[in-house]
């Protein structure tokens, strides 16, 4: 594991939320300084914040520590039909990457 996975997949995942790190912070129960010192690679999280952060981004733990390299979507509340959208989607777009 490598802190700068952690770091850099929880300002990722931020970002791509749209949120500032106060945001981030109040969400996940620390504070816009830590936040912070975590994204500049500064430590890792207690283990309370770090499932909060899993929860809000809807990722598993191993994904932000890094020991799981898969990024994965939360299709609940969707019904087969677009499941099924979801998975095409996603073959597609795997399929226009190897070229």
């Known amino acids: 594991m490598n802190v700068l996975d952690f770091g850099r997949k929880l300002r990722d ?3 791509k ?4 790190q106060r945001q981030l912070a109040e969400h996940i129960g620390t504070s816009k300084a830590t936040v912070s010192l ?16 899993a ?6 733990t191993d994904y932000l520590l890094g020991f ?5 979507a939360d299709l609940s509340g969707l019904d087969e ?3 099924e959208l979801v998975y095409h989607m996603i073959a597609v ?5 190897r070229k």
């Open 81 to 83: 039909k677009d499941k």
């Open 17 to 20: 939320s749209g949120m500032s």
């Open 68 to 72: 799981d390299k898969i990024e994965r």
């Open 55 to 60: 929860v809000l981004f809807r990722v598993s």
């Open 38 to 53: 975590y994204e500049l690679h500064q430590g890792l999280p207690p283990a309370d914040v770090l499932a909060n952060a």
């Open 13 to 15: 995942l931020r970002e």
């Open 93 to 97: 777009l795997r399929e226009k990457n």
